[in-house]
């Protein structure tokens, strides 16, 4: 059962399929992993914070101020490659300060990242106080690269997350040391890992991943606004959970963590198709988090038992 989530999104596409015939047409299959690329980005930066046992808040306004940095520097005609590479250094910096804050004075990941959570929303409000600008055609184009009319860049983009995400903590050796620094920090120390180098590494590699996440959704939306970001937060906790990663750290899959992006996203898709009222989904979405923390006890218990991850 180490991949269970799949079979949980297949029964569950099932169910959808049953309520809503057009549910599992292949274009509303591309439509939800269309929509699940930016999160499924997200989710593997806040998937690397969460095995350490720390969390990372900063995911949903490190979006919103990517595409407000994206929309006024087209605003103001700027190459796009300094743009980019603009974006980019943004979330780099962004994950130093929450990583060396976090790894030298041995702060909660909490309180650390919700107060530079407040200090983003702060400076997207500055510069773009409403949503706003545009967005070059060529970025678009770039993102979604569209094959005869077929935006086939999602589907890439979503493959290749998947895939690197998974052989990085899987099969790398920097991945191996995030699970052995989340498991357990004091045996971590005795093996001679750098502990704060490691904190360190990741949170910069969540502000790189959530930065990627930020560009790919400001060609979706095609707008800077400053606060795009905010749901992509609790989604990818909802995610990461739901996947089965522990909250205590060093436990948990990510090709589930995909699942349960996928899974999410289907959610969302099939409760605007049957028209639910917008307000219900924010109580389906407070279910799914509780239910998928409850769950993911259990699940992480059971592996904890059999000696897997």
């Known amino acids: 059962m180490g991949y269970y989530m799949f079979i949980i999104l297949a029964v569950v596409w099932l169910i959808f399929a049953a309520i809503s015939p057009g549910f599992l047409t292949a274009s509303n299959i591309y439509r939800i992993i269309m929509f699940s690329t930016p999160l499924l980005i997200v989710s593997l930066a806040q998937n690397i914070v969460i095995l350490t046992r720390g969390f990372d808040l900063t995911v949903g306004s490190l979006v919103s101020l990517i595409t407000v940095i994206v929309s006024v520097m087209m605003d103001w005609k ?15 910096m962004v994950g130093a300060l929450n990583g060396f804050c976090i790894s030298r004075f041995k702060v909660d990941p909490f309180i650390i990242t919700l107060s ?6 702060g400076i997207a409000l500055m510069i773009r106080p409403t949503p706003g600008g545009d967005i070059y055609p060529e970025f ?16 890439i983009i979503f493959l290749i997350t998947g895939v690197i995400g998974t052989l990085f903590l899987e099969r790398r050796y920097t991945g191996r040391l995030v699970y052995a620094v989340g498991c357990a920090e004091e045996r971590a120390l005795l093996r001679g890992i750098n502990i704060r180098k490691i904190l360190l590494t990741v949170y910069i590699l969540s502000g790189l991943l959530v930065s990627i996440g930020g560009l790919v959704y400001t060609a979706y939306i095609q707008i800077g606004d400053p606060n795009l970001g905010a749901p992509l937060l609790f989604a990818s906790i909802t995610a990461v959970f739901l996947g089965g990663t522990s909250a205590a750290g060093g436990v948990g899959r990510f090709p589930n963590t995909c699942a349960a992006v996928l899974l999410i996203s289907s959610i969302t898709t099939f409760l ?14 407070g279910v799914l988090l509780i239910t998928s923390a409850i769950f ?12 897997g991850v």
């Open 116 to 121: 530079v959570m407040f200090i983003l929303d």
């Open 296 to 307: 993911g006890k259990y699940v992480v218990e059971a592996r904890v038992r059999t000696g």
């Open 78 to 92: 700027w190459p796009l490659m300094v743009i980019v590479a603009m974006a980019l250094v943004a979330g780099l």
């Open 140 to 155: 678009v184009s770039g993102i979604m690269l569209y094959v005869n009319g077929f935006p086939a860049g999602p589907l």
């Open 272 to 285: 605007f198709q049957i028209q639910v009222i917008a307000w219900y989904r924010y109580i389906i979405n």
